[in-house]
């Protein structure tokens, strides 16, 4: 089953949240293609859920998750249950 926009949003925002990681890292890791995963990132970017941060032992700068993203999770994990209650209710 294909995941929707949000979802990937949600699991790159997991995947940089406790440290940076490059862009060739969340494709590799979160098995995305690697062709959408830099658009996506710079959505993120725009929207303030990921911002650049220095990589230890790196030139480059990695994405780490923001305290945005961080809300963005918990509101998705949030939606997620909700959805899940009301489909067993109804």
Excluded at 4 to 20: D, F, G, N, T
Excluded at 31 to 42: E, I, N, Q, R, Y
Excluded at 57 to 82: D, P
């Amino acid at each position: 089953m294909a995941r929707s926009k949000l979802q990937v949003i949600k699991e790159i925002l997991e995947y940089c949240r406790y440290a940076p990681k490059r862009i060739s890292w969340i494709y590799q890791s979160l098995g995305l293609d690697s062709a959408a995963v830099p658009k996506t990132v710079g959505v993120c970017l725009k929207s303030g859920l990921l911002e650049e941060a220095p990589m230890e032992n790196y030139l480059r700068k990695g994405y780490l998750t923001t305290k945005a993203g961080v809300e963005f999770i918990r509101k998705y994990h949030e939606l997620t249950a909700l959805l899940q209650e009301t489909v067993q209710v109804g």
